[in-house]
């Protein structure tokens, strides 16, 4: 249902793999919209780093993580403590904890000067020590993997990926760290490490550290479980995507529930410029930031309008 497809197979059309590859991946953004990627460029150990990172860092005390709290802000960059969003208004917000980051832009770039939320300044903690460092260094190289994928998974659905490709030149892409501490004992129906929801932007490549958790909504009803090693990824597609192909690529509802042990996942969402207009062929403009900026405000508690 939800297929293990080889990246360099789909990536590479002289690969002896590659028809097989494209057919499973059209398949899979035209219908269930979840699909899971090995073989990339990000090694599994590079992926381990970066989850022992995050740990590192959601284990020290409140006090430490309140430095880099992105409540103290009018953007969504540092660290968000439990309840601080609320994907979906019929839900509780969600239990999970979150630490985001994006692009590093001098503080001169013209993006930063206009004061533009989703380019905001990143903040970093002290600890763990070269935090910042690693995970700007998986941010830029999971923003090429994640580039290289959306490519390959356009064209198989016969679409133009590098026309699409060609609106990401400074993406307002995020790194999340999400840490699932173990399901509270009061939680009840309307509590979720995070309620069901689509994702906001185009592409998201998620590594988890291989615990369960994660389930996708199926067409027809009911829940599907996902999950993936570190090495190993979860695709799924945005509502901009969902969006801009006039409905082709499919933005599927999912959730975590959560369960008695802690869990960490690390979703790429892979956003394009601001200035990208994801509306369809012949249909009203749609900025991306618009759409961005408008789902932000809506699911970050401290971003909300009451
Ligand atoms: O933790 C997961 O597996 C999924 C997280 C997720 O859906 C998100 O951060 O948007
Ligand atoms: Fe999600």
């Given at each position: ?39 990339t460029a990000l090694t599994p150990a590079r992926v381990s780093d970066v989850i022992v990172a ?80 690693l995970?700007?260094r998986y941010?830029?190289d999971a923003?090429?993997v ?61 590594a ?22 570190p090495g ?34 690390v ?40």
């Open positions: 249902m939800i297929p293990r497809i080889d990246a360099a197979a789909l990536t590479d059309p002289q690969h002896a793999g590659h028809a097989a590859a494209r057919d499973a991946a059209a398949t899979a953004a035209t219908g269930v919209g979840f699909l899971t990627i090995h073989n995050y740990r590192a860092f959601f284990h020290l005390p409140a006090a430490a993580k309140q430095t880099v709290d992105m409540s103290r802000t009018g953007s969504n960059r540092g660290w968000g403590a439990s309840g601080s969003e609320q994907v979906n208004p019929d839900a509780n917000p969600d239990y999970k904890q979150v630490f985001d980051c994006g692009v590093t832009l001098p503080a001169s770039h013209p993006y930063r000067t206009a004061g533009i939320p989703a380019y905001a300044r990143n903040q970093w903690p002290d600890q763990p020590a070269d935090f910042a460092p995970l700007r941010f830029t923003c090429l994640a580039r290289g994928l959306l490519v390959a998974i356009l064209n198989a659905v016969g679409e133009d990926g590098p026309f699409f490709a060609d609106k990401f030149g400074t993406p307002m892409a995020l790194l999340r760290g999400n840490f699932y501490p173990r399901r509270p004992a009061s939680a009840g129906a309307r509590d979720f490490g995070i309620a069901t929801h689509t994702d906001y932007g185009c592409l998201t490549l998620l988890t550290d291989g615990s369960p958790g994660l389930e996708v909504r199926q067409r027809g009803g009911g829940w599907i479980p996902v999950s993936a090693p190993e990824f979860v695709i799924n597609f945005g509502e901009m995507l969902e969006i801009w192909t006039a409905g082709r690529v499919k933005a599927t509802p999912h959730r975590v529930i959560g369960t008695q042990d802690e869990r960490i996942s979703p790429l969402f892979f956003n394009p410029d601001h200035d990208a207009n994801v509306a369809p062929a012949g249909a009203a403009p749609v900025m991306a930031l618009d759409h961005l900026q408008r789902r932000f405000n809506e699911t970050y508690v401290h971003l909300q309008k009451t």
